[in-house]
């Protein structure tokens, strides 16, 4: 079907046109004209509203489909959850030698004395593998045969906001596209009536750190890569609700009135943009359908709603975590779950029951329920967040905590392609740095980026006059030892 | 990037020399050979256009993007010492030899079938396109050509084409000439219609009013347009769409960008820069007031205002942020805004490593960070989590456009008051009547009287506080390997300007300052700045630059279509003092800007991407024009320059990830709400969703050019935010009450009435007959049709806060704001014709 075409221009006319016969028949009609022709997608003028992979894309055969990042922001502490480190318990309180420590970056320890904290929680063999996780993250224990823990990641900043741009994006500099626009650039989004990368961030727990739309950015991507925030209050997406007091029927008879004008106007000004738009409204129309009925759980079996603990979208972490299941479901691409308690500078076992309280259980039981409905073999799921914390005592709270720490911290992978009961990379026995097979930020892109079946140092685009990628100018790798 | 994955290759014309001197010799020269035999197959074509190898345009790039990265600027990564970006004695090493390419090496590893000899190599997915080879084979057997690059050359004052009708001027000239070199012509002038509501939108951002169209049309002088965009060039919303621009490159915005994104205190500095604007400050001064108004004019307020330039970059004091490291991140990102601003140039990449394409050193990125060196950044560590936060240096100051009312409103106050002073025409008249009229008109200027000494006290008093520069010693800036922060062992660098480009006089007694580099910025063997500047203001107005990308001017850029034409507007800039007024009167002026922007398949088909200008573009409207055209249809925008950003109506809960402190969102109450999209609050963190659904930018680094999206978010956005709903309903009101209707009646005549009044206001032209069919079967079906009726779309007469009296009847005026909801969606509605 060509835009410019008279012929589909007068059919567009006249089925519009119809709409005078009677409510909704032309809305009918005209959507189904430019939904019933496959050819319509295909067509450069009538862009798909899911856009399709790149040429080329993937690469190679893909192990994972889709994404849910269980975004774990504010930096949780790897030594009460993943990596047992037995001589920091022996060591409490002694000073951290000054070999291990000098000349490093420190964030709010600056200048004070540094001084070793044992682990807050008892660590113990899990599972068949007999990977170690601690006590407080029970029901993560209880998945651990299906989880590979990667202990020696590391990354390049130490302040949240710059280490959140580069857990996204691949460098502390703005204006560069995340990891979801990113993937969705380059292998569409199976979705037909909802964005394809999808960002939620949950409510609860400690005064959270800020986190910035930056983070879901697709600067430097045309702007329908961007990740859209899906909100648990109010409008699921801005603008997605008719204004007050008008009807569905309503707002369908109005949007049949503006195609009809378009195709009118696209008779005298054959621009292919014109089609483009006239689509693209009848993409939003849709939306405004299925993006209420999709955050609507009431289709769910208590059960499930059960195992999940949650009633409806309440933004807690746990309804997220459903959520992001029935976005998976609908073929959206790339989902980002935040969740912004994580930053334990003092009392750091209060906090980390919070935490553990409201993330831990919908996790796991995210991981399951996809294992159940066959969706995990071809699902990546990721947990972490932007860094670690410190092997040394904080004290800004009644109870001990940790600082910031980029040098080593730890993240769990699940699903389409990785290895289950593992751990990969081992960190000193302070566990101040990544010793052992260290992975930095971009081998976990490039990781990722290899199970969605992506080439990371093919995908790229032109910026500021460079090839510009996601894992960046220096030279990275595929972890190929986590790899199924 | 490959280089490091080429180490272990066999690499260079040296090895490669050796090869094809010894055994493999013959095999080289058979494969190439074959190569060309094989493309002189179908080569016919090709022969007849062989001497059209374009340098600059076609192989410039194409070298830059396939072999610089290892063969460019960068020793650091150079392979085989070779370099492509200028010719280092090529024919003597036997790399390039003109006219031969049986000698030159690198026809033979561009064409070898041997994997390991073949360049590019294959894993960086470069490689070279049967026609890319044929261009280079072209460009060899030419003579292998070189030039300077582009826009680093010196400018020239190309000579205007002749031979064409006198009342053609010379843009059109340039551009007509390049067409009929190609068989090519220009579109048909646009209607009338089509061209005022481009130019107004172009150079006011508003569309024009539908009486003052009328008045065009009936004028009968030939110099009308020429009236009209003088008209618009004087206006005080020029400055404000000109703005808009400035304040996307040099990522103007209202909070810190940073973890906490408060505020920070900066109003002034956007009202400054309106305000040049709309004086037509020349370029020059309007620079160097930003770059160094601290230190050329420390007396005025208004250069003091202007170094908020110098202060608009993201800034952190995020809780353990370090302070070398936040130093460092400060100093490239003044870096990287510089360059790009004022030299289109990706510096970025010099922060770490010479720079792979361009003439850029490590050294260069350093030295020029080492102007900005002074700039006094100790304010931001100690930030506090307030609106604002404090970022000292902080100076009060009156807004420069609070200034510029108050001389506007002191003059009317005064003549008011001489008037009011006067004799009283009655005292010599006996007329009854006059004696009425008189009163009247007394009694409306002591009113209006009244209103201006109150906005005058209130101008008076009001002041805000805007960060500025302030210089202090200052502090070494050292060449960072890698860029590491943490790394104090490289050398101290001095203040410079990129030594490829030009050498600054200095010495121990007298360090360069950012005096100094405001100046080099415009002498007269520096052209870059006026290319750079002209190319971007011509997209303003042609849809594109002459030079495709507007962002980078170096090799990865792109060369321009009308390089001669783009000379002659950069020294024609230069020759108007810098002052952009008159440049852009005579690029609105010129038949190139007034052609008809219609597509038209086989004319389309002849100049594909319209490089050779055949007809004008149809850009989509910037988020900003969007939102303010919705506002002036429905007589809803408030014309309040300057002062605190405003906040237009926004989703609950929108800023709910933003915290120290946790932020609370007021939309505007009152006529705040109804103010420019340039006023409007700009939060880095979270954009006005508005705002960002149109591709407006968040303003964290420069950009250059807005990318252009046609989304389903668009779609939601002109449907369902309030702003566009309100504006929608308040237009439908106010538009049939002023066509007749009362609250208890509205007729079929005053409905077409009204519905004409609405459309033109918004699109000029007039409605066909067809169009107004359509949206009158739309209100019918809603005034008639049972399934559309429902007793809660009353409430939809509830959004927003402008409540008119009278109105119009309650089923008419929502069947109405129907109609009104569809003209404001429409495609034309956000498209410039």
Not at chain 2, 722 to 751: I, K, M, N, S, Y
Request: aromatic share 8%; with cysteine.
């Amino acid at each position: 079907m060509n835009p410019a075409d008279p012929q589909w221009l007068r059919s567009l006319h006249r089925r519009a046109f119809l709409s005078r016969a009677g409510l909704g028949l032309g809305g009918i009609a005209l959507s189904s004209l430019l939904a019933q022709s496959g050819a319509a997608r295909a067509d450069e003028g009538l862009a798909p509203p899911s856009p399709q992979a790149l040429p080329g894309l993937p690469h190679h055969a893909p192990k994972a489909k889709r994404v849910v990042f269980l975004y774990m922001a504010g930096g949780p502490s790897q030594f009460e959850t993943f990596d047992h480190k037995p001589k920091l318990r022996e060591l409490d309180g002694q000073p951290m030698p000054a070999s291990v420590t000098e000349g490093q970056p420190i964030a709010q320890l600056q200048g004070q004395d540094l001084r070793i904290l044992g682990p807050q929680f008892r660590f113990r063999p899990r599972g068949d593998s007999g990977l170690e996780v601690s006590d407080i993250m029970p029901a993560t224990a209880e998945i651990a045969d299906k989880i590979c823990v990667i202990k020696s990641l590391h990354t390049d900043q130490i302040n949240h906001d710059p280490a959140h741009t580069v857990m996204n994006t691949g460098t502390s500099i703005s204006g560069r596209p995340s990891l979801g626009s990113w993937v969705t650039y380059g292998l569409g989004s199976d979705a037909e009536n909802l964005p394809g990368f999808v960002v939620m961030t949950s409510q609860g727990g400690r005064n959270p750190q800020p986190i910035s739309s930056r983070q879901w950015s697709a600067a430097g991507l045309p702007g329908r890569f961007q990740g859209v925030e899906f909100y648990s209050r109010g409008e699921p997406i801005h603008y997605v609700r008719s204004p007050q007091g008008v009807t569905a029927a309503q707002q369908r008879r109005l949007v049949d009135g503006i195609q009809a004008l378009n195709a009118i106007r696209m008779e005298e000004v054959p621009d292919p943009e014109i089609a483009t738009r006239i689509a693209q409204y009848e993409l939003a129309f849709r939306m405004q359908t299925s993006v209420p009925e999709l955050a609507d759980f009431s289709d769910e079996p208590q059960t499930v709603l059960d195992e999940y603990g949650v009633n409806e979208l309440d933004g807690s972490f746990a309804a997220n975590c459903l959520m992001a299941r029935r976005l998976l479901e609908r073929g959206v691409r790339f989902v980002q779950l935040y969740h912004r308690g994580w930053d334990h500078h003092g009392d750091l076992v209060p906090y980390m029951e919070v935490c553990s309280r409201l993330c831990d259980g919908p996790g796991a039981t995210l991981v399951k329920d996809l294992e159940r409905r066959g969706l995990l073999k071809d699902t990546l799921v990721v947990w972490g967040g932007e860094f670690g914390r410190t092997p040394m005592f904080q004290g800004k709270g009644s109870q001990p905590g940790r600082d910031h720490h980029m040098a080593a911290f730890s993240m769990w992978l699940a699903g389409g392609g990785v290895r289950g009961g593992m751990s990969y990379g081992e960190t000193d026995e302070l566990g101040y740095h990544a010793a052992v097979d260290p992975v930095h930020v971009h081998d976990l892109h490039a990781t990722l980026l290899h199970l969605l079946g992506i080439d990371h140092r093919r995908l790229t685009i032109k910026l500021q006059g460079l090839d510009w990628r996601l894992t960046g100018v220096e030279p990275s790798r595929v972890v190929e030892e986590i790899l199924a | 990037m490959p280089a490091s994955s080429l180490r272990n290759r066999p690499q260079g014309p040296a090895l490669s020399r050796r090869l094809v001197s010894c055994v493999p010799w013959r095999w080289g020269l058979l494969l190439a050979t074959i190569v060309i035999l094989g493309n002189a197959a179908g080569s016919a074509l090709a022969q007849e256009t062989e001497s059209g190898v374009d340098y600059q345009r076609e192989v410039r790039p194409l070298l830059s993007d396939r072999c610089l990265a290892c063969h460019g600027p960068d020793a650091n990564t150079r392979e085989a010492d070779l370099r492509l970006d200028v010719n280092q004695d090529w024919a003597e090493r036997g790399a390039i030899v003109p006219e031969s390419l049986d000698e030159s090496d690198v026809w033979f590893r561009i064409t070898t079938n041997d994997p390991d000899l073949r360049m590019p190599p294959s894993e960086t997915g470069k490689g070279l396109s049967d026609s890319e080879i044929d261009l280079l084979r072209r460009w060899i057997v030419s003579g292998a050509e070189t030039e300077a690059h582009w826009a680093y050359q010196p400018l020239a004052r190309p000579a205007i084409p002749s031979d064409f009708d006198e009342r053609l001027g010379p843009i059109d000239r340039f551009v007509r000439d390049a067409q009929r070199q190609r068989g090519l012509s220009s579109a048909p002038p646009a209607d009338d219609y089509a061209l005022l509501r481009r130019v107004t939108l172009d150079l006011t951002g508003l569309p024009p009013e539908p009486a003052a169209v009328e008045a065009y049309l009936a004028d009968p002088r030939d110099d009308k347009y020429e009236r009209w965009v003088d008209g618009l060039l004087d206006s005080p919303s020029y400055g404000e769409r000109m703005a808009s621009y400035w304040f996307d490159l040099v990522r103007f915005a209202d909070t810190v960008g940073y973890h906490g994104d408060q505020d920070h205190p900066i109003a002034p500095y956007r009202d400054w820069v309106i305000h040049a604007f709309n004086e037509d400050m020349p370029f020059d001064q309007f620079s160097t007031w930003q770059l160094a108004g601290d230190l050329v004019d420390p007396d005025n307020p208004h250069a003091l205002i202007a170094t908020g330039y110098l202060r608009v970059l993201q800034t952190s004091h995020e809780g353990g942020i370090q302070r070398g490291e936040y130093l460092a991140k400060y100093s490239a990102d003044r870096v990287r805004n510089f360059g790009e601003v004022w030299l289109g140039s990706t510096l970025g990449c010099a922060e770490c490593h010479d720079h792979k394409y361009d003439p850029f050193t490590q050294d260069d990125f350093y030295s020029i960070a080492a102007f900005f060196a002074d700039v006094d950044d100790s304010g931001t560590f100690t930030g506090t989590n307030t609106l604002p936060t404090r970022r000292e240096p902080e100076i009060e100051v009156r807004s420069p456009l609070d200034e510029e009312r108050l001389t506007r409103l002191r003059q009317e106050a005064e003549s008011l008051t001489t008037a009011l002073a006067g004799p009283s025409p009655t005292e010599s008249s006996n007329a009854p009547d006059a004696n009425v009229d008189e009163a009247q008109a007394r009694a409306a200027w002591e009113s209006r009287l009244t209103v201006i000494e109150a906005e005058i006290d209130r101008l008076e008093q009001r002041r805000f506080r805007t960060m500025v520069a302030r210089a202090v010693e200052p502090r070494d800036i050292r060449v960072l390997a890698r860029g590491n922060w943490m790394d104090d062992t490289g050398p101290i660098a001095s203040p410079h300007v990129p030594r490829s480009l030009g050498r600054l006089e200095s010495n121990e007694d007298r360090r360069l300052s950012r005096a100094d580099l405001a100046t080099w910025l415009f002498t007269e063997n520096q052209a870059l700045t006026s290319r750079v500047l002209v190319n971007r203001l011509w997209a303003r107005f042609l849809g594109r630059g002459l030079a495709d990308n507007l962002g980078d001017y170096g090799a990865q850029g792109s060369a321009p279509t009308h390089p001669e034409l783009l000379e002659w507007l950069a020294a024609d800039l230069i020759e108007h003092d810098w002052r952009l007024k008159p440049w852009i009167r005579q690029v609105v002026l010129s038949e190139t800007y007034r052609q008809s922007s219609t597509p038209d398949a086989s004319r389309d088909a002849a100049d594909p991407g319209l490089r050779w200008l055949t007809r004008q573009r149809r850009p989509r409207l910037e988020a900003e024009v969007i939102r303010d055209q919705a506002l002036a249809t429905a007589r809803l925008l408030v014309d309040e320059p300057g002062g605190a950003s405003c906040r237009p109506y926004q989703p609950a809960g929108y800023y709910v990830h933003l915290n120290f402190p946790p932020r609370a969102y007021y939309a505007d109450q009152g006529p705040g709400q109804y103010r420019r999209g340039v006023y409007v609050h700009w939060q880095r963190q979270f954009l006005h969703p508005m705002l960002r659904a149109f591709d407006a930018p968040m303003r964290e680094e420069c950009t250059a050019q807005r990318s252009v999206s046609n989304t389903p978010s668009q779609a939601l956005t002109l449907l369902n935010d309030p702003t566009f709903v309100e504006a929608a309903r308040v237009a439908a009101g106010r538009e049939l009450v002023a066509a007749g209707a009362t609250e208890e009646q509205a007729t079929e005549q005053q409905v077409e009435q009204a519905l004409e009044s609405l459309w033109r206001k918004l699109l000029v032209r007039p409605p066909h007959p067809r169009e107004k069919q359509v949206l009158l079967e739309l209100y019918h079906d809603f005034l008639t049709n049972e399934q559309l009726d429902s007793p809660e779309l009353a409430e939809l007469l509830s959004v927003g806060q402008v409540h008119d009296e009278p109105h119009p009847p309650l089923r008419e005026w929502l069947a109405f704001t129907m109609v009104a909801r569809a003209i404001l969606n429409l495609d034309e509605a956000v498209t410039r014709p």
